[in-house]
């Protein structure tokens, strides 16, 4: 789960123009990265969490989301071959 860092604070009044002192400045640089990869189980899990389809339905909406190349079936290895 993504938890964000929140600051709480006020801003200032600032006028345009005005001239302020920096007193510390932090630059993070990171990329995003995409989802681990779902098992079929974990999908089928999501898809009923979130009410998608019903038990008999829901292998032909795997199957759709396979057929329309949303997806690529991978084997077993951690590399997914």
Request: net charge negative; glycine share 8%; proline share 6%.
């Amino acid at each position: 789960d993504l938890k964000l860092e929140e600051i709480d604070w006020d801003m200032p009044e600032m006028a345009q123009g005005q001239q302020f002192k920096v007193d510390e400045v932090t630059l993070t640089r990171d990329t995003t990265k995409p989802p681990d990869y779902l098992k079929e189980s974990e999908l089928v899990a999501l898809m009923d969490k979130n009410g998608i389809g019903t038990d008999a339905s829901i292998p032909q909406h795997v199957q759709n989301v396979v057929d329309r190349h949303y997806v690529m079936i991978c084997g077993p290895g951690g590399d997914g071959q």
